[in-house]
């Protein structure tokens, strides 16, 4: 195999060859695929379905089918849908709290309703972003992404302990040497393959470290593969599988999370830019991103899907591997849409251990929050942005971190306030739009 530098793939539109496309790709979705299937199983127990049933499993596999649709509006597109960008879509983890309270209380049908809705509205965001884009100069968009990045570090940390669940938290087996090695070794094969080798090796870098630490976990006793035994070969799909019902309460909701979702999908298109190119998002790019993000959304919900977004540790790889190729990124696409259609395949990937994928993520978060630190290098480092730096960091980060501090606001607004991505945000809007130029 050639070495290819990654310089060769800053163009989205270069293409590596397949040898190389096909495991650079499997590294993406191996990144995310963890994450997109954990809030369908956090809300179809909200929704009161029995863990492992039918239901259960087919909400799993729409948010592994739909994933991969969504990607292919972003990196293929059509007309003025897609980023054309290698930006790999997920189900976001930002509408949790709202679909899990409408669905507790209201039922799946009125939570998937509002999705489809909600969507169609996200869409349309599409044809005003860019008039309105300058509400996010880099020093905005950079605050943004980094606070993406510092939110998820927990994540990941919970990931190389053993599990995000309170049970898994709860388990004796949490925090144990055997979790963390297994964590420990994809780091370590990961930043020994980037920086101590070239070409596909280099590139492929946190898949290799994914690998090692997979054939560790199963020397340790740590992978089941129970579950492909009895994964089924084929999905089918079932248009609105729990009926049309419309709650305007709803609908108000899961809209208000999708424009928050917009503008976390703004930051992680910028970021991509930026850390596989060296250069801004043009205009045509965000307003696709945005296209695809919100017409993702509502065709999942229509079949059982969630809401999807774009995911920030696939940004991360992006910036660990320096590979722009958009097509990369389609590969893994259509992986997940085979995974959601075959949910043999959909099982194997499954079987890999959280601490694996804590080990990764570790790696992949640590570089969102430096895509959002090297965007905020461009910015003059003032007392007046420095005030907006600290304030909107501070509250941000800080009500998420104790989210008890706001627990008397209204349901949405709390879940809002302590998602760290949408004060951090507004915050930062509001005081780059008040303040004067100096202090």
């Not at 992680?268 to 045509?284: E, L, P, V």
């Not at 059982?304 to 990124?329: E, W």
């Not at 099982?347 to 959280?354: D, H, R, T, Y």
């Amino acid at each position: 195999m050639n070495n290819h530098t990654t310089e060769q793939y800053s163009d989205p539109n270069s293409m590596p060859p397949m040898g190389e496309t096909l495991p650079l790709g499997l590294q993406h979705v191996l990144a995310m695929f963890a994450s997109n299937v954990t809030p369908s199983v956090i809300i179809a127990g909200a929704a009161g379905l029995a863990f492992g049933s039918m239901e259960q499993v087919y909400l799993i596999q729409m948010a592994m089918l739909f994933a991969g649709v969504a990607t292919l509006f972003q990196t293929v597109g059509f007309g003025m849908v897609g980023a054309r960008l290698p930006i790999m879509q997920g189900t976001s983890f930002a509408f949790v709290g709202v679909l899990a309270g409408i669905s507790a209380t209201q039922g799946l049908g009125v939570a998937l309703t509002s999705c489809v809705i909600a969507g169609c509205l996200h869409f349309l965001l599409g044809s005003i972003i860019e008039k309105i884009r300058w509400l996010f100069p880099p020093l905005v968009t950079g605050l943004v992404i980094l606070s993406i990045g510092l939110y998820l570090i927990p994540v990941a940390i919970k990931y190389a302990a053993g599990g995000a669940a309170d049970f898994q938290m709860a388990a004796e087996s949490f925090g144990s040497l055997k979790h963390w090695s297994v964590a420990l070794c994809v780091v370590l094969v990961a930043i020994i393959c980037k920086f101590f080798t070239k070409g596909f090796i280099s590139n492929g870098a946190i898949l290799i470290g994914l690998i090692a630490g997979y054939i560790l976990a199963l020397i340790t006793g740590m992978v089941n593969f129970g579950s492909v035994a009895k994964a089924s070969w084929i999905t089918t799909l079932q248009p609105m599988p729990y009926g049309i019902e419309i709650s305007i309460g709803a609908i108000f909701a899961v809209t208000l999370v999708s424009i928050v979702s917009a503008v976390e999908t703004v930051g992680d298109t910028s970021a991509t830019t930026k850390a596989g190119a060296g250069r801004d998002a043009t205009d045509k790019e965000i307003s696709g991103a945005t296209y695809a993000d919100g017409l993702g959304t509502a065709v999942a919900g229509v079949f059982g899907g969630l809401p999807n977004t774009s995911f920030s540790q696939n940004v991360g790889i992006v910036g660990m591997t320096g590979i722009m190729s958009r097509h990369v990124v389609t590969v893994a696409g259509v992986i997940m849409v085979l995974c959601g259609l075959i949910p043999k395949i959909g099982a194997v990937i499954a079987s890999m251990p959280l601490p694996v994928l804590g080990g990764g993520v570790i790696v992949m978060f640590g570089m969102v929050a430096s895509a959002g630190l090297n965007m905020l290098t461009e910015v003059k480092m003032n007392r007046r942005n420095m005030v907006i730096i600290a304030v909107s960091l501070a509250v941000g980060l800080g009500l998420n971190l104790v989210p008890s501090a706001v627990q008397y606001l209204p349901g949405i607004i709390k879940t809002l306030a302590t998602s760290a991505v949408a004060p951090t945000a507004i915050i930062a809007v509001l005081l780059n739009l008040i303040l004067p130029e100096e202090l």
